[in-house]
């Protein structure tokens, strides 16, 4: 059944989907590829539009594909699709150039985070709306971290205490992350970074294993999984 958006809500998703997926290995663009029978992009978009206050998603698909992702997005929600473009900067602007008038909080969502729970999204929106310009899904740092030479030699250890490894759903208020994509000048990995050039604060709210990105095989492999324990 296809997911109905929220009319009322103030709350736009863009979902970069454009990549390649040249570190899961040889196949089609990554947010198509399959995870239990279905697009990553697929279970990714109906996660978002599970989510209360979303009024409106934007998928940047590949160039070649986005008659194709649309066919394929029809069933699940009401989705507008854009071309991508050739770094994820540029993905998500093109998707942030779709939102209509409207919603005030803009949140940018990985594909490749694809078992995103929707609480999660709603809990990103939610810090926006209370105030935060700009807002982050973390994790604690598990692993300890060496820096090391280029020739992979340790020159010493970080504290991780004070390191968080970052997700998406990244939550803004619209006008800044507006802002900080028209004076983006070199491409970054992620749109807090945009906007933490800028000054403005960027606060972190706690995130999900759920929301891992999918990027090597074995995340696919453990999507699977998690997928059984939690559909
Ligand atoms: N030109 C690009 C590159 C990436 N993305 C999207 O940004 C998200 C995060 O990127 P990543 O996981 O690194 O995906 P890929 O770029 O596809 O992976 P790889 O670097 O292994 O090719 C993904 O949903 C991906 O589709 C995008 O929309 N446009
Ligand atoms: C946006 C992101 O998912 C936050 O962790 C990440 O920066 C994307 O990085 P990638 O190198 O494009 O996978």
């Known amino acids: 059944m296809t997911a109905q958006l929220n009319p009322c809500g103030d709350v736009a998703v863009l979902v970069p989907a454009a990549g390649a997926g040249i570190r899961l290995g040889p196949g089609a663009p990554k947010a198509l590829r399959p995870l239990a029978g279905e697009p990553l992009l697929v279970h990714a978009v109906r996660r978002i539009a599970a989510a209360g206050s979303v009024h409106t998603i934007v998928v940047a698909a590949p160039a070649a594909d986005v008659a194709a992702v649309a066919q394929?997005?029809?069933?699940?929600?009401?989705?507008?699709?854009?071309?991508?473009?050739?770094?994820?900067?540029?993905?998500?602007?093109?998707?942030?150039?779709?939102?209509?008038?409207?919603?005030?909080i803009v949140?940018?969502?990985?594909?490749?985070?694809?078992?995103?729970?929707a609480d999660l999204v709603e809990s990103v929106a939610a810090a926006v709306r209370s105030g935060h310009d700009a807002v982050i899904p973390v994790l604690p740092v598990v692993d300890t971290i060496k820096e090391v030479s280029a020739d992979e030699v340790v020159q010493g250890t970080v504290d991780r205490s004070v390191l968080r490894a970052v997700q998406t759903p990244q939550g803004f208020r619209r006008a800044v992350l507006a802002a900080a994509h028209a004076a983006a000048v070199d491409p970054l990995t992620d749109d807090a970074g945009l906007v933490e050039k800028r000054g403005v604060p960027v606060v972190c709210v706690p995130g999900s294993e759920y929301a891992m990105k999918i990027t090597r095989p074995f995340d696919l492999a453990l999507a699977e999984q998690l997928l059984t324990v939690r559909p």
């Open 107 to 117: 949140l940018v969502h990985d594909a490749a985070r694809a078992l995103v729970p």
């Open 72 to 104: 394929l997005l029809a069933p699940v929600a009401p989705v507008t699709v854009v071309p991508g473009g050739a770094q994820r900067q540029d993905s998500v602007a093109a998707a942030l150039a779709a939102v209509p008038d409207g919603p005030e």
